[in-house]
């Protein structure tokens, strides 16, 4: 088996200038002193701060200020889930360049579910399953260009069953 | 417990009787677990007489000693007071859990109205196995002879319906005489949910 | 004479119809087909199957035996189209046995394991890994996809235990008075949001018994028939019903034959 | 050492496309078991996929993915006789690799 866990090559080296990531350096210049040289390592670590935050605000404060809403962001979930322990989404961005997609779950305790970086030779278009703690926004934040950018859409989640 | 109800089964309702399958009895398929006992297998008799398979047929004089003892069960509160809280209510019909084997005993029983009924109409989530409840005490009133109707079906359905499905929420000790206030606030309480 | 369940159909229609407007229920359960269709392709119970191909074909056990001596009803080895013939008859251990019961057997008889660990721990709690009755049950029933269910109820032993079934289907004890049929002899109704299946009519057997197992949602698992039948009889408030138990078997027996003509389309997926 | 990943991959016109469903409790921390007691957060926190050894996704999710995960996307080129791999850690330091070889 193939034990490594290879992190040097995360994310693309371009990545490492960007202004966001600055920014979350700088709050984290503790865990980027540790890891200087690993700049996946140092983006998990910076990104660790965002994952823990409570309100959608912060998380998006977290991700990068200047954040603009765009139709090149397609959103696909069900309108109403049967379970929100299991709701599929899939994220696409139609914006070149994209480099990063966000999921964020609005009213989860922690808003911000999961980070992909997408290399180059990869589509912009990611599907995943996530929790629904309620009926929630969903938000997708695309990084494209430098830029930060989203889209919004809700999905309803319900109750279910005979007894507990 | 189970053979015995078969033959009775077999005798009252015509039912064509076969051999039970495993001489050992079915009782010994089920184990006691938490506050569900072996005893909970043992069937009162209006349970024998309701197990029959869809189609089946209860002589008339059957039904009426199966209301009768249904609407004897039935305690009305007292001094009348028929309606408590609807928030309290509310919870209740929400609440899915009690008297399981897997459920605490010291937690009060749920009601679970919405397995079963629509109640209010913003609940989006619930059950169609029995009527709409919804605009329930707007539609009919408080009158004591409807408080006191509602007040039956939900301590023994039986009394009303010989053979109902609903659980004999007070006859059976499900929910306590302050819970069934509660619910009963839920559906006719003007503030309710269940009535906007 | 009154016929009791139609008289409480009629009573409750016409209480639905009356107080209850404009309900759709189809429409609502077509809300479900998105969700479902987006996860169909990839159903985690494919993990369950992956886990129990890998058990059957590795030795274990006290004796240190793979499960490829065990008769599943077609033969030693044979496991494609062995679920859409279960349960049935097995001489060997004398009576009628489905899938999880059969499995049991040969993982007892073949391998030397305990018997009542493996009926008593035969399902995965919340969050711990599928067991090995999870994952070979899961396995064994999607190599019979496609297949169409022939229970071989010419079978006298298979007939017997589906009458016993069939009785057991309508049996109401315990403090709620609920039978299986208390949920399941009605069509077109819900449990909250949840279709219930009637499983009085050839149709609702179908629908429910060719879509198990299936992966639980809301519980992150596959799940079989017999924890359908343990479960619902929790639901019920009734004792804990023994995995592999004769009533567990001849409730089996019945659905699976009820549902004899369909065509098998496990693993599911479902809330 | 975690159970074996499901990878499906499949050429099409000059991509890939990779379907990953992994198999992982992804407990949030917040749940409490049937005794009431709560159940540690354990959850996969980082994931990597790779075609040959060229890294075509990475990941950082938080316990709010769903148990089981399931991921999917698709890269360009990929040919007969091609690895993908997808490897996993968890926040317990558990890890996970599997891999699949383009048919």
Known sequence: MKSDFDLSAWPPPSLFSRRHFLRLGARLAGALALLPWVPGAAWAAALEAVFKERTVADVLKGLGDDIQSSDQITIVTPEIAENGAVVPVTVKSALPSTTEIYLVVEKNPNPLAAAFIIPDQTEPSISARVKVAQSSNLIAVVKADGKLYSATRETKVTLGGCGG | ?196 | MNTIPRVVLRLASVLILASTPALTFAAEENLFDEYRQMMADDNPAQLAEMQGEEYWKTAGGPKKQTLQGCDLGLGPGKTQGAYAVLPRFFADAGRVMDLETRLIWCMTTIQGRDPAELSGKAFSKQGQPTTDLEGLTTWIAGQSRDRVLAVPVDQPQVRAAFEEGKRLFFYRAGPYDFSCASCHSQSGKRIRLTSLPNLTTHDGAVSAYTTWPTYRVSQGAARTMQWRMVDCARQQRLPELIVGSPVTVSLLTYLAASANGGKMAAPGLKR | MGSPMKIRAAIKDGRTEVKVLISHPMETGLRKDSEGKAVPAHYITEVVARHNERVVLSAIWGPAVSQNPFVQFQFAGGAPGDTVSVAWKDNQGDTRSDQLTLA
């Open chain 2, 1 to 196: 417990m189970f053979r015995r109800w078969t033959c009775v089964m077999a005798a009252t309702l015509g039912v064509a009787f076969v051999v039970p399958l495993q001489a050992e009895g079915v009782a010994d398929s089920f184990r006691a677990k938490g506050q569900a006992k072996l005893d909970r297998l043992d069937q009162t008799d209006m349970q024998r007489i309701c197990s029959g398979p869809v189609g089946m047929t209860v002589p008339d004089d059957v039904r009426a000693r199966l209301q009768k003892t249904a609407t004897d069960s039935v305690k009305f509160p007292a001094a009348d007071r028929f309606l408590g809280k609807w928030e309290a209510g509310q919870k209740i019909a929400q609440t899915g859990t009690g008297m399981q084997s897997s459920d605490d005993p010291a937690v009060p029983s749920g009601g679970n109205c919405y397995a079963c009924h629509q109640m209010a109409p913003t609940e989006m989530s619930y059950g169609t196995l029995g009527p709409s409840l919804a605009g329930y005490g707007k539609q009919r009133g408080q009158s004591e002879a409807m408080l006191k109707y509602t007040w039956t079906r939900i301590w023994n359905p039986q009394a009303h319906m010989p053979c109902s499905h609903m659980p004999r929420f007070g006859d059976a000790g499900i929910l306590t005489e302050e819970q069934i206030r509660d619910v009963m606030a839920f559906l006719f309480d003007p503030a309710s949910p269940v009535n906007k």
